[in-house]
Nanobody, 125 residues
Framework: QVQLVESGGGLVQAGGSLRLSCAASGRTFSISTMGWFRQAPGKEREFVAHIMWSGGNTYYADSVKGRFTISRDNAKNTVYLQMNSLKSEDTAVYYC??????????????????WGQGTQVTVSS
């Protein structure tokens, strides 16, 4: 079992920055990929970014490319999402997810095995 806990959400002004953290515990040795998703009210859960735990390769949704950066600290079993140039449309609950192995997709929610509780990000304009 893997437990994921997000933190760092809050209220930020448009154009500002915020850094989210996701701390993993439990059977973290089984994690191959970690990702960030977000979900706004009335919308589907949307892929944001993912990172390979071992190699550090990253991939971003077009909507956040150039503004967001995903990174990891393997020693701390933690992944981060640095969000810059925030827009009102970035307002959502942000979820951290972990995949044990490749299940067909790392840009879809069903490609992940474990999820955090989510952290609210609100961007004011």
């Amino acid at each position: 079992q893997v437990q994921l806990v997000e933190s760092g959400g809050g209220l930020v002004q448009a154009g500002g920055s915020l850094r989210l953290s996701c701390a993993a515990s439990g059977r973290t040795f089984s994690i191959s990929t970690m990702g960030w998703f977000r979900q706004a009210p009335g919308k589907e859960r949307e892929f944001v970014a993912h990172i390979m735990w071992s190699g550090g390769n990253t991939y971003y949704a077009d909507s956040v490319k150039g503004r967001f950066t995903i990174s990891r600290d393997n020693a701390k079993n933690t992944v981060y999402l640095q969000m810059n140039s925030l827009k009102s449309e970035d307002t959502a609950v942000y979820y951290c997810a972990a995949a044990q192995y490749y299940r067909g997709s790392h840009v879809r929610p069903d490609g992940y095995d474990y999820w955090g509780q989510g952290t609210q990000v609100t961007v004011s304009s």
